[in-house]
């Protein structure tokens, strides 16, 4: 059993970063792969970044490629979702999740998530 507890959201101007932050308890979490997706108002969940075990292989959505980069600290059970460049469509709410299964960009593919934290990106 994992609990996420996501952190790090709020409000930022178009062109601003942010760190959130998705803390993990239990003892196995640097066995499961990490993953960051978010869901925007009337829009379905959406895949936005993943990172495996040991962080040596990530994957991002096109949407985020070059803005946003995934990290995590296996000694402090936390992984981070750097954004930069914000845009107001990156506004949602983000969700952490751990899992094993593959593929790493679809729900499926995780057993736990988080609680969500709010990201508004105004223009």
């Known amino acids: 059993q994992v609990q996420l507890v996501e952190s790090g959201g709020g409000l930022v101007q178009a062109g601003g970063s942010l760190r959130l932050s998705c803390a993990a308890s239990?003892?196995?979490?640097?066995?499961?792969?990490m993953g960051w997706f978010r869901q925007a108002p009337g829009k379905e969940r959406e895949f936005v970044a993943a990172?495996?075990?040991?962080?040596?292989?990530?994957h991002y959505a096109d949407s985020v490629k070059g803005r946003f980069a995934i990290s995590r600290d296996n000694a402090k059970n936390t992984v981070y979702l750097h954004m930069n460049s914000l845009k107001p469509e990156d506004t949602a709410v983000y969700y952490c999740?751990?899992?094993?299964?593959?593929?790493?960009?679809?729900?499926?593919?995780?057993?736990?998530w988080g609680q969500g934290t709010q990201v508004t990106v105004s223009s």
């Open positions: 999740a751990a899992g094993f299964a593959a593929p790493v960009t679809t729900q499926g593919g995780y057993a736990y």
């Open positions: 239990g003892r196995t979490f640097s066995s499961y792969t």
């Open positions: 990172i495996n075990w040991s962080g040596g292989n990530t």
